[in-house]
């Protein structure tokens, strides 16, 4: 962590000896947010796999996963903790508002990254728990410490370890994971960066004030309205394939249309309205909708394969 964080909050290892944090304090360490759509996605995962897995080890296996997703979280504010003091999104967060120590975030977060993935290796099988390992360690090393202080392309690139909860889902199941999983890898690697760009063009100052390289503050607005255009077009149709594939049936189609769509509209109105609050309200929309289209094809996909609510379409792909 930077110096600048020294400076900005005075309750740091060196001034106290214990956290006058609360349980819920420990708990917003773990992003719960993220926690629960990874637990959405790797569910997905799980359901979507060829064959079937005992429910016990099931839930266990998804339990280990949202601990891991807590924390790679954990882990994260625990680096972030300077530039989280200093960007007014995250400057009430437990670590640099002074309610947590450092030290307690950083062995927090250690315990639960090894803790999960030995459970999730002793109830699974070995390649869940080393893909399990392999995102809490992209995340926490290749994303949070290496690309996101240092190229605009951060998200793109650390938008990877988002993804990989469906494919250790899989893994969960199958012991592998192969093109069903990948497919799904797919779909949220491509979703993440016109979903955080949204949010990047109304907190670009935040970003600026950070020294977080977000597209928006190095390549400018225009680029970045381009490029969530330019994603969204390649994420809709990718949205659509697990019906074209056979493991989506015929409510997933229309819904990954209907909302594929949607997301295309969205992202034309950020690309077409770029002054005043209405940009800013443009930006929003497209952010916040995005976050139901990713959870409503994963909740469809659940219903359909978890459920036995089905209805079967002529596989096309595969």
Avoid at 108 to 132: D, P, R
Avoid at 199 to 211: H, I, M, N, T, W
């Amino acid at each position: 962590m930077s110096a600048a964080f020294d400076q900005i909050a005075p309750h740091r290892d060196g001034a106290a000896t214990t956290s006058t944090g609360e349980a819920g304090d420990f708990f917003e360490l773990l992003k719960p947010r993220v926690m629960f759509l990874v637990v959405v996605t790797a569910l997905g995962g799980m359901v979507a796999a060829p064959g079937s897995v005992n429910p016990v080890i099931g839930f266990a296996a998804l339990l280990a996963i949202a601990v891991g997703a807590g924390a790679s979280g954990c882990l994260n504010m625990w680096w972030d903790a300077d530039i989280d003091a200093v960007m007014t999104r995250t400057a009430n967060r437990p670590i640099p508002a002074g309610r947590i120590l450092a030290s307690e975030a950083l062995a927090f977060g250690l315990v639960l990254s090894v803790g999960s993935v030995l459970v999730l290796g002793l109830v699974a099988n070995l390649i869940s728990a080393a893909m399990l390992a392999f995102t809490i360690f992209f995340y926490v090393v290749v994303y949070s410490m290496w690309l996101k202080r240092a190229t605009p392309q951060n998200i793109v690139i650390g938008g990877a370890a988002g993804a990989f909860p469906p494919m250790i889902g899989e893994a969960v199941v199958t012991g592998d994971f192969g093109l069903t999983s990948i497919v799904l890898f797919a779909i949220i690697f491509l979703w993440t960066p016109p979903h955080f760009w949204a949010l990047a063009l109304v907190k670009s100052a935040d970003y600026a004030r950070a020294g977080i390289p977000m597209l928006p503050n190095v390549a400018g607005p225009a680029a970045t309205r381009r490029q969530i255009v330019a994603y969204t077009f390649v994420l809709a149709p990718v949205g659509v394939l697990p019906a074209l594939m056979g493991f989506g049936g015929a409510v997933y189609l229309a819904v990954s249309v209907t909302t594929g769509l949607m997301m295309i509209a969205l992202s034309l109105r950020v690309r077409k309205v770029t002054e005043g609050e209405a940009a800013h309200k443009a930006a929003y929309q497209l952010f916040g909708f995005s976050i139901l289209y990713l959870f409503l094809l994963f909740a469809v996909l659940l219903a359909e394969n978890g459920l036995g609510l089905m209805w079967a379409l002529p596989k096309v792909l595969g």
